[in-house]
Structures are given as C-alpha cells and as structure tokens.
C-alpha cells in the first residue's frame, strides 16, 4: 500500500381581451390596465439590462465560513481560505519564497468551471529549486485550489489550501487529483508507520460554496506491521486482515487519478517537471507540470 497510487428561463405571456358591447368604464380600464402593464414591462426589462451589467454573482460567492479543522479518519485534510491551522499570514512567513511545483485544473468546486489546482514549495531563498523545496522540512509543500470564473480565469486568493506535506515522516502523505462518476476530487493519502504499528486512510472530498470542504468518502485502517513489538502479535490485526478492503474503496478514486505529489520518508518525492502553460490570470500562467519525478 504504500505505494504511490448546469438558466432555464420561462417567460409567461399575459394577454388581456376587449370583447365587443363593453361599456366605457370598462375600456377606460382597460386602457388603464395596459399602460399599466407597459410601464411595468420597461421597468422589469431596465432592470435585467442592470442585471446584465452587474457583476457575475457567480464570481462573488465566498464559501463557508469557521471551518478551522478538517480531517479524515487518521489525518489531517486542509483548510478554507489562506488564514487557518495550516498556513497563514504568519506562516510560512515573510522569509519563505514560495516556488511552483505541479499546476493543472480540475473542477474541484463542482460547479461547471475549472478551478487552477497548483501545488507549491516554500525555500530559504529566492532562486530555490523545485528539488530544495521538497526536501525542505521547515516549509514543507501545499495544494492550493483558485476557484475558476466565467470569464476562465481564477480568483486571486485560494479557495483551499491542503495541509502541509514534507520529507519529515510527520509530514508524510500522498495527495492526488482524482475523478468519480464525472466529477473532480482531491485525495489524500496517509501511509503512517510507527513502533510496529501502522494506520493508513484516505479522504476523498471537494470545496462547496455553502458547506465548505465535503468529504466524500474516507476510510482508514490500523493494524501491526512488526512482531517484535507486539507480544501478542497472533491477537492483533494484521496487514492482510483489512488492507484489501481499503484498497477496494480507494480504487473508486485511483482508476481516473493524477499524481500531484507525494513525499515519503522512505520512497523520497513524487512530482511533476515539465513545462506547460495553462489558462488563466496571468500571474498563475506557467507551471511546471508533467512526468513523475523520483528523489532518492
């Protein structure tokens, strides 16, 4: 296990009737009536053109507020936003140099648009390598979702913001870009092994404007991995007891997957390195994306 895997628009008609052998009064008002519904009319078509000229609604939607913590059976997943538990104003800081590392676009806010999803380093200095900064314990790696738009570009703050990856086993985890039955996921994947024992889960999820971070699905198990620290070991549950079952569920999300980056204290780093250009603000244009790269 441990290895790197729509408006519809309906318009309704009134017709009013002059049927002959009315009298005056009630020609009058329907007369009356008529300019009453015209000057109805001019008001409701000023204002769609306001409406039209409006700002896209759709852009100005902000996704739910106070989710501080996130997190799946074993891990941790991420949070809204860029002021919360895992990166903040303070964090990494105004001495960390942010540097790209993966760039690619996925719906992840299931709304018809793709959002950028980009995956960035933080280094001591300004000219740090995609290699430094995955191997730069301080800092560590994120994912980072910019919400797209209409006009196919991207908000200029991060919708979500993962927790913190790094080379330092406690910083161990795989993240991939995942499809289901259509839709885009993020997943996450923690393969966590410690003094004979091991948990491993997962947590498939996506950003929603009203709930925030929705976990789709999640599942982790727990089992002993080393005899000698285990006295009891034929009474404890084992690697083949419930791995299999964890794979299973998984493969809903691995069959359609991209890798977007895993680092392993054991397997070393997972990322892209090939040029590619996206659409999109202009800022966030150029990435580094591609085939895996291995680091010993």
């Given at each position: 296990?441990?290895?790197?895997l729509?408006?519809?628009?309906?318009?309704?008609?009134?017709?009013?009737?002059?049927?002959?052998?009315?009298?005056?009064?009630?020609?009058?008002?329907?007369?009356?009536s008529?300019?009453?519904?015209?000057?109805?009319?001019?008001?409701?078509?000023?204002?769609?053109k306001k409406?039209?000229?409006?700002?896209?609604?759709?852009?100005?939607?902000?996704?739910?507020?106070?989710?501080?913590?996130?997190?799946s059976?074993?891990?941790?997943?991420?949070?809204?936003g860029?002021?919360g538990?895992?990166?903040?104003?303070d964090?990494p800081?105004?001495?960390?140099?942010?540097?790209?590392?993966f760039?690619?676009?996925?719906?992840?806010?299931h709304d018809?648009?793709?959002?950028?999803?980009?995956?960035?380093?933080?280094?001591?200095?300004?000219?740090?390598?995609?290699?430094?900064?995955?191997?730069?314990?301080?800092?560590?790696?994120?994912?980072?979702?910019?919400?797209?738009?209409?006009?196919r570009?991207?908000?200029?703050?991060p919708?979500?913001?993962?927790?913190?990856?790094?080379?330092?086993?406690?910083?161990?985890?795989?993240?991939?870009?995942?499809?289901?039955?259509?839709?885009?996921?993020l997943?996450?994947?923690?393969?966590?092994?410690?003094?004979?024992?091991?948990?491993?889960?997962?947590?498939?999820?996506?950003?929603?404007?009203?709930?925030?971070?929705?976990?789709?699905?999640?599942?982790?198990?727990?089992?002993a991995?080393?005899?000698?620290?285990?006295?009891d070991?034929n009474e404890?549950?084992?690697?083949?007891?419930v791995?299999?079952l964890l794979?299973?569920?998984?493969?809903?999300?691995?069959?359609?997957?991209?890798?977007?980056?895993s680092?392993?204290?054991d397997?070393g780093?997972?990322y892209?390195?090939?040029?590619?250009?996206?659409?999109?603000?202009?800022?966030?244009?150029?990435?580094?994306?591609?085939?895996?790269?291995?680091?010993?």
């Amino acid at each position: 296990m441990k290895n790197k895997l729509v408006m519809a628009m309906i318009t309704v008609v009134f017709a009013s009737e002059c049927f002959a052998g009315c009298s005056k009064k009630t020609i009058e008002n329907s007369a009356a009536s008529n300019t009453s519904v015209l000057e109805e009319n001019e008001k409701e078509a000023e204002d769609a053109k306001k409406t039209e000229n409006a700002p896209d609604a759709q852009t100005e939607k902000y996704v739910v507020e106070n989710q501080e913590y996130v997190y799946s059976t074993y891990s941790d997943i991420g949070q809204l936003g860029e002021e919360g538990n895992y990166y903040n104003s303070d964090y990494p800081g105004k001495d960390a140099y942010e540097v790209p590392v993966f760039e690619t676009t996925a719906d992840i806010t299931h709304d018809g648009i793709a959002d950028l999803v980009s995956v960035v380093g933080y280094g001591d200095e300004p000219d740090a390598t995609v290699d430094d900064v995955v191997s730069n314990s301080s800092y560590g790696c994120y994912v980072k979702v910019y919400r797209g738009t209409k006009d196919r570009e991207y908000e200029s703050y991060p919708r979500f913001i993962s927790r913190n990856f790094h080379l330092s086993h406690a910083g161990n985890g795989t993240i991939c870009l995942s499809k289901k039955d259509g839709l885009d996921y993020l997943l996450i994947s923690t393969t966590y092994e410690m003094q004979g024992t091991a948990q491993y889960d997962f947590a498939a999820f996506y950003v929603d404007d009203e709930k925030g971070i929705v976990i789709d699905d999640t599942y982790g198990v727990e089992f002993a991995v080393d005899k000698d620290e285990h006295p009891d070991w034929n009474e404890c549950t084992h690697r083949e007891d419930v791995v299999p079952l964890l794979q299973e569920k998984m493969t809903h999300y691995l069959k359609d997957s991209m890798l977007l980056l895993s680092l392993d204290i054991d397997n070393g780093a997972l990322y892209g390195c090939e040029e590619k250009t996206l659409e999109g603000n202009a800022q966030k244009n150029k990435n580094k994306t591609g085939e895996m790269k291995q680091e010993t």
